[in-house]
């Protein structure tokens, strides 16, 4: 019988889906976002029916999800 040989193939590196870039701008927008909700935690009036937790809060949120939304589908530019 005949045994059977594997071809070691060198094994290429897998690149991340994303660029150091994207992590760092990833990032930030999480720090937006968990600003965001402790924002609206934070509120002084009963059951976060202020400004800060009606208004200030969810809108801090939703450019954390924008800014999120940017660093995924940001590409750096490439010097030629």
């Given at each position: 019988?005949?045994?059977?040989?594997?071809?070691?193939?060198?094994?290429?590196?897998?690149?991340?889906?994303f660029g150091r870039k994207n992590y760092q701008l990833m990032g930030i927008g999480l720090g937006i976002l968990i600003l965001g909700f402790i924002m609206m935690t934070l509120d002084s009036?009963?059951?976060?029916?202020?400004?800060?937790?009606?208004?200030?809060?969810?809108?801090?949120?939703?450019?954390?999800?924008?800014?999120q939304f940017w660093a995924i589908l940001y590409k750096p530019k490439e010097n030629n």
């Open positions: 019988m005949a045994k059977l040989e594997k071809k070691k193939e060198a094994s290429a590196p897998v690149p991340f889906a009036e009963p059951h976060g029916f202020g400004f800060v937790g009606l208004t200030l809060g969810p809108i801090t949120v939703m450019i954390g999800f924008i800014f």
